[in-house]
């Protein structure tokens, strides 16, 4: 089920990709609670033609923003209609949550690694938030992008790291540009052998989450 739901704030998270957070009305906040790790449905018309895209969400479920990012690829017709006609505002089709790519912080008793390539930090970011937030089990992320300046939510993620330092252990991982305390190259099992079997070898994870390109996946 659909329903119209106000854009309340634009943010360019990088020059590619746009956070959107819609205005829910109190009448349909049950309607729109969500799990993290799920996703929402966006439909529109574009150039008359109904146009659906699922985007997952990336807050943390107790925060009550339904908030989503949107990656504008090329000849994308919905990613580039929100990256460059979409503004604060506007009113857009919102399906309800759906979703089993979740994680349920009351079931969550031990250590969790996970692996996010570009924009498939989104439900990542939801997942990362709900366990710091809500658990007291330590995490593992690995972070790949080409560079620095396109990594979704980077700001956000370090000052995470700050904030829960003895719990939250980042690696980055870029592609086209070489960063102290970085790995060098794409998250494949060479990346994912050294950081759980040297770098972070002390910490035993048993759940594991992985968003990204299929290659990275398989």
Do not use: W
């Not at 009113?91 to 390539?117: Q, Y």
């Amino acid at each position: 089920m659909f329903h119209s739901l106000r854009i309340k704030k634009i943010t360019k998270e990088t020059p590619e990709a746009v956070s959107i957070v819609f205005d829910v009305p109190e009448s349909l906040k049950e309607a729109y609670k969500f799990e993290a790790g799920q996703y929402v449905t966006l439909k529109s018309t574009i150039d008359g033609k109904e146009i659906r895209r699922d985007y997952s969400l990336c807050t943390n479920p107790k925060s009550n923003i339904l908030k989503v990012v949107v990656k504008e690829v090329e000849n994308g017709v919905f990613s580039t209609f929100a990256n460059n006609t979409l503004k604060e505002g506007d009113e857009i089709e919102v399906s309800k949550p759906n979703g089993r790519f979740i994680l349920d912080p009351h079931d969550c008793a031990n250590n969790i690694s996970l692996f996010a390539a570009g924009s498939g930090i989104t439900p990542i970011m939801s997942i990362l938030k709900c366990a710091l937030e809500e658990t007291s089990v330590k995490v593992l992320l690995v972070y790949g992008n080409k560079t620095p300046r396109s990594s979704i939510f980077l700001d956000e993620i370090l000052s995470l790291r700050n904030k829960y330092e003895n719990r939250f252990f980042l690696k980055f991982v870029y592609s086209q540009t070489h960063e102290n305390d970085a790995l060098f190259g794409r998250i494949d099992k060479s990346v994912i052998n050294y950081t759980l079997k040297n770098e972070f070898s002390e910490i035993k994870f048993s759940n594991y989450y992985l968003c990204g390109p299929e290659d990275m996946v398989n």
